[in-house]
Every structure is written in C-alpha cells, then in structure tokens.
C-alpha cells in the first residue's frame, strides 16, 4: 500500500502531500474556521497577513509536518513489522501528533488563502487544507487509536477451524493460497467465509472511526471524508465522481465479455449447481479473497490448444531464486532504464519475508521513512508470479519516491495517488514473455499464435480487477456520507459487488458480518479509488513510452526493457511529484491531458474479439 492521505498519516508511506485542489466554498470554511479556530495559535495574529508571513508559515509548515510525519513511518514501520500492544501504542501516540500538527496548519493555513503568492506557494497552501483537523484532543487520540487497532486486527487476522486451539488456526495467507490453488467447492467456501468473519470483530470500531473522520473533514468545511478524499484531484469532488463513472462505462463492455467467458469455463469446472446461467457467480471461485483479480483461474480458462505458459513458480524455487533475488531482478528493470541503483539500505531495511517468531502486516507496502535514502518495501514474498509483480509495483513507489525527493516536502508524492499507484504497474506491463524468456524464468517464447493466452492472463489481472477497484470506494462514499449505517454495511457492500463485479455472497450474510472489512484497505483506511485510476492510466503510460521507445506493433508485445529515452521521460515525470497538476504530469509523458481507456481497449483488443466469438459460439 501506499501514500495514506495526509490526514490520517498513519501507516506504509505516508506522504505529507495529497495533492488535491478543490477546496471547500468559502462559507464552509468560514463556519468550520470559528468552531475550530479555539485552539489556533495563528488565530492570535492581528491585522491583515502579509506574503512574507505567509512564505515563512509555509516553510515552518513543511519543516514540521516532515519532522512528524517522520517520525510517525518510523513508529509505523515498527509497528506493522512487529505487531504488540506496546508499538500499537507507540505508534498510534507518533500518528496522534502528526495528526494534530497538520489539522493546526491546515486551519492557520486559511489566514493566507488570498494573498498574491507564487503558483507554487499558492499549491502549497491548498495542499495543507485537504486534510482532517480534529480540534478536540479525545477525538485525535481516538481516530488515531482505533486506526492503529484495525490495522493490527487486520494483520494478527486468523481463521481457527477449532476456536481456541492455536494449531486450527490458518493465517491470511494460508487461507489466500487454498483460494487460489483449491479447486474443490466445499474447501474454497470455508477458507473463504473463515476469512470473512475475522472482520466482525472490529465492525464496531470500524463505524466509530468514520463518525470521528467525518468530524475531521467537516470542521475543515468538507462533507464529509468521501468528498475530501474525492477532492484530491485537481477538479472539485461532483467532477472526480462523475471522471471515474466515464471511465468505468468506458471499459465495462470489455470486463462483460471477460466475465462471461469465465462463467462458462467455471460452470465447465464446477457445474450447473454451484455457478449459474445468469445472475452473480459465488466470489469464492474466482481464484482470489476477494475475487478482485482471477490470474489464478488461468489453468482453466486458457485457450484451448498449445497455450503460453507464464507461470514462473516452479522455475523460481527449481532455481532458488529467493525473495531478494527476486527484488534484484525487479531493480534491474529499473536500472536498465537508466534509474538508480536501489540504496544499500534498501536492503538491510526492508522486510522482504514473513517473519516466523512474530505478528505483522503482511499487505505489501512501500515506505519513504525520510524523504531522502530511506525507502523501504514490507512483504512477505512468496515464490509466485503473482508476488514477482508485486515487486515490480513496490518498486515503483519507491522509485517514485527517489525521483522527488528533491522536491520541497508537500510536492513529496505522486501526481496524484493513481499515478503513484500506476509506476510500478506500468513497468510490469514491459514484463513480457521475451523478457521472462531473456531472465531464464520460462524455456519458450511463445508464438503470436499464443498471444491471446498471453492477453488472457493480463486480462485476468487487470481487466477482472477493474469493477472491484471502482466498487470499494463507492461502498465508502456512501458510508462516509451517511448512507449507508452500519446495520446495512454488508447489504450494500454485496447490492455493489453483484452490480458491478457480477459476484455474490456464498452463502447468506451473518448477524453483525462486516465483509468490507476484510479487506486490507477498508482496516486501514486507504482510499481505493487510486487503484481504478492506476489501473487506466498504466496503459495509456505504457503506450506513451513504448512511443518514445520508438515501438511499432500490437501494444501487449511491447516492452521498454532497457529502453533509456523511455526511461527518461518517465523519470522527468516521476521527478515533478506533485509540484503540478496531475494533467500536467501525464502530458509530459504523453501529451495527452486526460485519463482515456482507448489505451486498454487497444491493448485488449484482440482478447475482445477472440472472447465475443466463444462467446457467441457457446450460447449456441
Ligand atoms: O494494495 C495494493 C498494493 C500496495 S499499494 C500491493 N494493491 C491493491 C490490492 O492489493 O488490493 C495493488 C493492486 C490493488
Ligand atoms: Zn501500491
């Protein structure tokens, strides 16, 4: 995970920047300043501001807000590679001053909102503004306790087949192998419904944090904390909800013909009484926890005939190439782009394991500790295909990370969290099976006879993924707006996953389930919409560099290993941060200004055409 907005400062990478420049109308701010200005100490100031006072309120900002944000990852980090009581507390004391120290500049910020200051100290202050002011030191020390306690809840999650008896008990991550690699109905149902109920128990704190969150973001004269989160991109909130809606039309035929394709297969595999004609299909089938991307279910829906085998497990463990290896080979993708050699401390620092003495979270993340040489990844990297892209797109925030660390400490962060979200994806997408062929990870390049194998794969990862990364937040607005109460939390969470990912529960909801929560970003708290975005706009990042490469052909066969003009204009992008617009950054990678899915529908192209066809033959 990544770049947690500002406000709740908590956990893996943290940045001080959220972009963002839709502030609240005026009025609001108005009202939520009187409330809140009680306890700040710019408020004391007399007489008209002058630009010289607001530069040096701003510098002073920035200094702070990296002195504490610091300090909280550090904490952070060693409370997430080392779950107990103590660096919960630790932890959630770092965050809590953090917390405090932005909502106070984000309310002084105010006092200097209409002075004649330069576009870069203008960006600055709006920047400062889009974050949670809790004013009130219980609510503080509450978000901030019950932030560190969903997500320690989350990591020590476990299943026990016989409650109370330790050896029944399978972690996350046993029980997300048995979902990919299980094909028997009976075992997936209850690896799944194991997993699902680790999450009631903290339903309740789940419901409190919102209420405090939601008082955060008013006080700073936003709706709530969905209309903030959804004021981070440049445009006001009404804009950014109705950008993602015309995306999502725009790719949704592609995810109907996908879907319908693997109803088939899995009705192939499983019968007519688990998987239906019409109507939602059972989510523990698909090869994933949360069916949100159905790699897993290449063996079965493969082409039929000789079909690319990009599986590299057993070659990485026949080899032993291990978890650092692994992060070597990744690096050298990077490298080979003219970027950096990762920093030694990269090494000694990261946790690239499960640790086998102690309770973490597992969920892969990247960490900038200090904004400068101190990046790190948290993984528990298992030898899988799965995990060696994973890499890549840890890589990616820290490479995004290394790139701006020049920048002044608010521009520390993505263009916006997509973008962030999008670097590593974008790189993976040059791991073809030329370049696994030239890593020695598989014996055959195949033939472009095969590549709707290959496309099928992909289409796998990111096409299944697509109505899922787009669902999860629209669950949260509606919370977070009031919506939906807690009594309804998991009515609405599946009227969404079967709208839009056509996926239903396995069996009936149970009394006090809270299904949203078990999955990782909904127990931290980390937006969702950035994966719905990233996953659009690496393709049409991909596009952009293989052009500069000098590529000609289908997109899927291109790669921009070892490509240096490629390289550097990605890395002139990954170097601006957040100093401008999002808009900005992407023209100067691709010229082109808006978010735009042609780039994945040309890429899936051939997929499409290939799926419609089995599509209609089979309903024959
Ligand atoms: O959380 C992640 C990354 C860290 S930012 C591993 N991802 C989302 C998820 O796992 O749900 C990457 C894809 C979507
Ligand atoms: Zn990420």
């Not at 002139?572 to 808006?594: C, D, F, H, I, Q």
């Amino acid at each position: 995970m990544l770049k947690k907005t500002k406000m709740s400062l908590a956990f893996a990478s943290l940045s001080l920047t959220t972009m963002a420049l839709a502030l609240p109308s005026a009025d609001a701010q108005q009202t939520a300043t009187s409330k809140a200005n009680a306890h700040s100490s710019a408020s004391a100031k007399k007489g008209a501001p002058t630009v010289a006072e607001a530069e040096k309120f701003i510098k002073d900002a920035e200094e702070k807000l990296e002195r504490l944000g610091n300090a909280a990852q550090r904490a952070a980090w060693v409370y997430e590679t080392h779950i107990t009581d103590d660096t919960e507390l630790i932890f959630s004391q770092a965050n809590e001053l953090a917390l405090g120290a932005a909502g106070e500049l984000a309310i002084q910020a105010r006092r200097y909102n209409n002075l004649p200051l330069s576009a870069d100290n203008k960006r600055k202050l709006k920047l400062l503004q889009l974050s949670l002011s809790l004013s009130n030191d219980k609510d503080r020390e509450q978000y901030a306790k019950l932030s560190a306690q969903m997500n320690g809840a989350y990591g020590k999650g476990k299943y026990c087949k016989k409650p109370g008896d330790e050896a029944s008990c399978l972690n996350l991550g046993q029980l997300e192998a048995i979902l990919a690699k299980s094909r028997n109905p009976a075992e997936l149902k209850d690896a799944w419904l194991g997993w699902h109920q680790v999450a009631s128990s903290y339903k309740d704190s789940y419901a409190k944090y919102v209420e405090v969150s939601n008082k955060g973001a008013r006080e700073m004269g936003f709706a709530d904390t969905g209309a903030l989160w959804r004021s981070q991109y440049d445009m006001p909130p009404e804009a950014f909800a109705a950008e993602t809606e015309r995306l999502w039309q725009q790719v949704k035929p592609l995810y109907d013909s996908l879907h319908q394709y693997v109803r088939l297969k899995l009705q192939q595999t499983y019968g007519k009484a688990e998987v239906p004609d019409n109507g939602p299909i059972p989510a523990h089938l698909f090869g994933n926890m949360w069916s949100q991307s159905w790699e897993n279910l290449y063996p079965i829906v493969k082409p039929q005939g000789p079909a690319a085998n990009l599986d590299i497990a057993e070659t990485l463990k026949a080899k032993n190439i291990d978890a650092k290896a692994m992060t070597k080979m990744s690096e050298g993708f990077y490298t080979s782009l003219g970027m950096q050699s990762l920093p030694a401390s990269f090494y000694e620092r990261s946790q690239l394991t499960k640790p086998r003495d102690r309770e973490v979270v597992c969920h892969a993340s990247a960490w900038d500790v200090d904004g400068d040489q101190d990046v790190r990844i948290k993984m528990c990297i298992n030898q899988t295909t799965e995990d060696f892209l994973v890499i890549h797109h840890e890589l990616g925030h820290i490479y995004y990370d290394l790139a701006y660390r020049k920048q002044s400490p608010l521009f520390k962060g993505g263009a916006n969290d997509g973008f962030h979200e999008a670097i590593g994806d974008t790189v993976a997408l040059s791991v073809t099976p030329e370049y696994l062929h030239k890593l020695g990870l598989i014996n055959q390049v195949p033939d472009a006879s095969q590549d709707v194998g290959v496309l099928m794969d992909r289409a796998l990862q990111k096409v299944a993924f697509l109505p899922f990364a787009y669902l999860v937040d629209q669950w949260r607005w509606k919370v977070y707006a009031g919506q939906v109460k807690p009594a309804d939390y998991d009515k609405v969470w599946w009227e969404l996953r079967e709208k839009y990912q056509g996926v239903k529960r396995p069996a009936p909801s149970e009394a006090n389930g809270f299904d949203a929560g078990a999955k990782y970003h909904v127990a931290s708290d980390t937006p969702y919409a950035r994966y719905f975005l990233a996953t659009i706009l690496q393709f049409q990042l991909h596009r952009a560099l293989c052009r500069e490469a000098g590529y000609v052909g289908p997109l899927n066969r291109c790669s921009i290993y070892e490509n240096k003009a490629a390289g550097k204009k990605f890395q002139a992008m990954l170097e601006m941060g957040t100093s401008r617009p999002w808009n900005e950054a992407l023209k100067a990678v691709s010229g082109e200004e808006k978010l735009d899915a042609t780039a994945m529908l040309d890429y899936f192209a051939p997929l499409k055409t290939w799926l419609d066809a089995q599509n209609k033959a089979m309903a024959k």
